[in-house]
């Protein structure tokens, strides 16, 4: 089956600086890749995702990219705030299963 | 509003009581699923269900069992608790049209077992 590795574990930086999450995954027929954000006492929400049929997609301050070849996919936040503290979930699924496979999460802290 | 509703949030038992955790959608999605969670933890997948009368067990061997008589509503119950059951359960459900792997998630169930 599907394995998803993801790091760091646990990823701090300062406010305004830019913070990577980074997710491999070992099924080539995966081709699609959300990211999931879990603020503390919340419930995890989709904030981007990606296709196999696309190297990168952005909205605002947030990016993924996606090497098929390589099979990893990374999350790219830029100028952090202190809002973007949570917990960052990857996931990867192929077509027809509708069952992710999530990476263990990010802990992301952005010091004010 | 289209959501997924868990109830109850939180709830304190004691060992051997059976228990039955509650999720319904309005969001219209045929696929639903019940993760357990321990708080910023990783998502264990343990059943999940791809639309009425379709029940499968996930990953994480769970002593839990799941029906799904409508498609709106996809109850978890526990038989027996034990303190080992004692995690947050998420329940999710996805299927909207030209998305369908994008999961939304319920609130959450946070279960302490005494």
């Known amino acids: 089956g599907e394995n998803v590795e993801q790091h760091p574990s646990t990823l701090s930086v300062q406010e305004g600086d830019s913070a990577v999450i980074k997710c491999t995954y070992s099924d080539s027929a995966s081709n699609y890749f959300p990211w999931y954000k879990q603020e503390l006492g919340k419930r995890p929400q989709l904030i981007i995702d990606?296709?196999?049929?696309?190297g990168e997609k952005k909205d605002q301050r947030i990016a993924v990219t996606l090497n098929k070849t390589a099979k990893h996919f990374s999350l790219h936040i830029t100028e952090t705030q202190p809002e973007d503290s949570a917990v960052y979930f990857c996931?990867?699924?192929?077509?027809?299963?509708?069952?992710?496979?999530f990476g263990r999460g990010t802990s992301l802290i952005v010091h004010p | 509003e289209a959501d997924i509703y868990q109830t109850p949030r939180y709830l304190v038992i004691g060992t051997g009581k059976k228990i039955t955790l509650e999720c319904s959608q309005t969001?219209?999605?045929?696929?639903m699923y019940w993760y357990q969670q321990d708080p910023g933890m990783e998502l264990h997948l343990i059943h999940y269900s791809y639309g009425v009368n379709s029940t499968e067990k996930g990953d994480l061997s769970s002593e839990s069992t799941v029906s799904r008589i409508r498609t709106e509503h996809f109850p978890l119950t526990l038989e027996s608790a034990r303190p080992s059951h004692t995690s947050q359960y998420l329940c999710a459900s996805s299927g909207d049209a030209g998305t369908h792997e994008t999961q939304y998630f319920g609130p959450g169930t946070r279960l302490l077992v005494l």
């Open positions: 996931a990867a699924s192929k077509g027809g299963s509708y069952i992710p496979t």
């Open positions: 990606i296709r196999s049929n696309v």
């Open positions: 969001m219209g999605h045929d696929k």
